[in-house]
């Protein structure tokens, strides 16, 4: 009897050590196979500037190599690759968007890539309602309007009293045809026709037909103002251009993130400043033209459809992108990219601008908040 129990003892230890060894040691990703890389991350979503991080796992094998020197965290954004230091296996975000990580991991001379991604998204949490709002600013104008300085010196002083505020855009109508106007486009035509422009100067805020102004400089001012406190900015644009000086193109990039579900539209103009030419109504014999529209890049008077007409996610960045070649005659070093995000508040009939942001050709422009 007393030799069946101890069998019966011993039995039970063995079959207790078995599952001790199989419960521990390589249970920490059992399903990895040996040589292979594998991520993964304890959460996928984040709130930007917030208290939560993620924290990653890489398993090379049955190896937990997350904090080891030699593994690298590789993070996308925005187009953009970078690898972090080695050992680095947390990620808190500053900016909305959507992140994507991948491990590499250096065992001796060889460099070995994880087998999978994982993708963050960071929403736009305490920044919400709070990007920057810069108005957009239509002028319609032509050399042949005696009262158009006056509308452009009034701009001017409203742009110098409220710096940054406001992307300013002037589109050249033929008006007197004794006056031909060199920077005349035909997209010019197409938005005065749809703003029901019969008279110059006239001015326009945010593509709102209602908000219609003269060369008053209180008028415009007020307009503004008004605009601000009653509209805050449910959205953020950001904006990144190149430019080829031997083929005079230009590309540009807008990237967009919403607080809202929103479906938007972008509207991208290239202006040009500093162009010397006649002016009727000016003192001087030479005027300076500033804002001048160059190209509208989108064939429609509220641009193109944005994340392919599909409403955007909370927080999370959606981009698109436009190209076009300069004219001859154009100053690259005098040019600017304005682009708009444009939403509708009836159905998808008319769209107004929601925000605006611009940069120097070939420059970069960043998402804006309020201080």
Same mark, same amino acid.
């Given at each position: 009897?007393?030799?069946?129990?101890?069998? @019966?003892? #011993?039995?039970?230890?063995?079959?207790?050590?078995?599952?001790? &060894? =199989?419960?521990?040691?390589?249970?920490? %990703? +059992?399903?990895?196979?040996?040589?292979?890389?594998?991520?993964?991350?304890?959460?996928?979503?984040?709130?930007?500037?917030?208290?939560?991080?993620?924290?990653?796992?890489?398993?090379?094998?049955?190896?937990?190599?997350?904090?080891?020197?030699?593994?690298?965290?590789?993070?996308?954004?925005?187009?953009?690759?970078?690898?972090?230091?080695?050992?680095?296996?947390?990620?808190?975000?500053?900016?909305?968007?959507?992140?994507?990580?991948?491990?590499?991991?250096?065992?001796?001379?060889?460099?070995?890539?994880?087998?999978?991604?994982?993708?963050?998204?960071?929403?736009?949490?305490?920044?919400?309602?709070?990007?920057?709002?810069?108005?957009?600013?239509?002028?319609?104008?032509?050399?042949?309007?005696?009262?158009?300085?006056?509308?452009?010196?009034? @701009?001017? #002083?409203?742009?110098?009293?409220?710096?940054?505020?406001?992307? &300013? =855009?002037?589109?050249?109508?033929?008006? %007197? +045809?004794?006056?031909?106007?060199?920077?005349?486009?035909?997209?010019?035509?197409?938005?005065?026709?749809?703003?029901?422009?019969?008279?110059?100067?006239?001015?326009?805020?945010?593509?709102?037909?209602?908000?219609?102004?003269?060369?008053?400089?209180?008028?415009?001012?007020?307009?503004?103002?008004?605009?601000?406190?009653?509209?805050?900015?449910?959205?953020?644009?950001?904006?990144?251009?190149?430019?080829?000086?031997?083929?005079?193109?230009?590309?540009?990039?807008?990237?967009?993130?919403?607080?809202?579900?929103?479906?938007?539209?972008?509207?991208?103009?290239?202006?040009?400043?500093?162009?010397?030419?006649?002016?009727?109504?000016?003192?001087?014999?030479?005027?300076?033209?500033?804002?001048?529209?160059?190209?509208?890049?989108?064939?429609?008077?509220?641009?193109?459809?944005?994340?392919?007409?599909?409403?955007?996610?909370?927080?999370?960045?959606?981009?698109?992108?436009?190209?076009?070649?300069?004219?001859?005659?154009?100053?690259?070093?005098?040019?600017?990219?304005?682009?708009?995000?444009?939403?509708?508040?009836?159905?998808?009939?008319?769209?107004?601008?929601?925000?605006?942001?611009?940069?120097?050709?070939?420059?970069?422009?960043?998402?804006?908040?309020?201080?």
């Amino acid at each position: 009897m007393k030799t069946v129990l101890r069998y @019966l003892l #011993a039995a039970a230890a063995f079959t207790a050590a078995v599952c001790s &060894a =199989a419960c521990s040691g390589s249970d920490d %990703d +059992p399903g990895v196979p040996a040589g292979t890389l594998h991520i993964s991350a304890d959460r996928t979503a984040i709130t930007a500037g917030g208290p939560e991080a993620v924290t990653f796992r890489v398993m090379y094998g049955s190896s937990d190599v997350s904090r080891s020197e030699r593994m690298h965290l590789v993070q996308e954004f925005s187009g953009q690759a970078t690898e972090l230091d080695g050992g680095i296996n947390t990620f808190a975000a500053p900016a909305p968007g959507s992140y994507t990580f991948k491990a590499r991991y250096r065992d001796g001379e060889k460099v070995v890539e994880s087998e999978n991604s994982v993708v963050v998204t960071v929403s736009a949490g305490s920044s919400s309602g709070n990007y920057y709002r810069k108005l957009l600013f239509m002028q319609f104008t032509s050399v042949g309007c005696v009262n158009c300085p006056a509308m452009s010196t009034s @701009l001017k #002083a409203v742009q110098e009293e409220r710096p940054g505020r406001i992307a &300013a =855009a002037s589109f050249h109508l033929q008006y %007197d +045809p004794n006056y031909p106007d060199p920077m005349w486009i035909k997209a010019n035509d197409m938005y005065g026709q749809k703003f029901d422009v019969t008279g110059l100067p006239t001015g326009f805020l945010d593509l709102r037909p209602d908000v219609r102004m003269s060369s008053d400089k209180a008028a415009i001012d007020k307009a503004i103002a008004a605009a601000l406190t009653e509209n805050s900015a449910d959205c953020g644009m950001a904006l990144a251009t190149a430019y080829d000086a031997g083929s005079r193109e230009v590309k540009v990039e807008v990237k967009v993130t919403s607080d809202a579900a929103e479906t938007y539209r972008y509207l991208i103009l290239l202006v040009e400043d500093g162009i010397s030419y006649f002016q009727l109504g000016a003192d001087e014999a030479t005027y300076t033209h500033n804002n001048v529209v160059r190209a509208v890049l989108s064939s429609n008077v509220y641009g193109e459809r944005l994340n392919q007409g599909n409403a955007l996610q909370p927080g999370v960045e959606v981009k698109a992108s436009r190209s076009t070649t300069l004219g001859a005659s154009w100053n690259p070093a005098n040019m600017r990219i304005i682009a708009a995000a444009l939403a509708s508040q009836d159905g998808g009939v008319t769209f107004t601008c929601r925000n605006a942001n611009e940069c120097a050709l070939g420059g970069n422009a960043n998402y804006q908040y309020n201080e």
